[in-house]
Nanobody, 119 residues
Framework: QLQASGGGLVQPGGSPRLSCAAS????????MGWYRQAPGKRRELVAA???????NYAEFVQGRFTISRDNAKNTVFLQMNSLKPEDTAVYYC???????????????WGQGTQVTVSS
């Protein structure tokens, strides 16, 4: 189970921080990340970080967001800076738990948290 928090109404240029805590076992190999979905658009990756520390950002992040994780607490964070109105979306946290031999990935999603960027 994933429990997300943070977000809400933010002014342009604001810097909210999203958090998402996973309960239960998440395995030793996993990817924790954030996706977002704006009205009328497909869900898209924002950023992800693997259990090994590898990080991937979407191009639109352009250095404004930072993803991090606290492995002791099974929590992933998304620090967002310099928000723009086009960042308005529902943000979903995700964890992909990976197994090998054979390869399998099981994805779990949080409930989503609304981020609205408006003055």
């Amino acid at each position: 189970q994933l429990q997300a928090s943070g977000g809400g109404l933010v002014q342009p240029g604001g810097s909210p921080r999203l958090s998402c805590a996973a309960s239960g076992s998440i395995g030793s190999t996993n990817v924790m990340g954030w996706y977002r979905q704006a009205p009328g658009k497909r869900r898209e990756l924002v950023a992800a970080v693997t259990s090994g520390g590898r990080i991937n950002y979407a191009e639109f992040v352009q250095g404004r967001f930072t993803i991090s994780r606290d492995n002791a607490k099974n929590t992933v964070f998304l620090q967002m800076n310099s928000l723009k109105p086009e960042d308005t979306a529902v943000y979903y946290c995700n964890i992909g738990i990976v197994a090998y031999n054979p390869y399998a990935r099981n994805d779990y999603w949080g409930q989503g948290t609304q981020v609205t960027v408006s003055s």
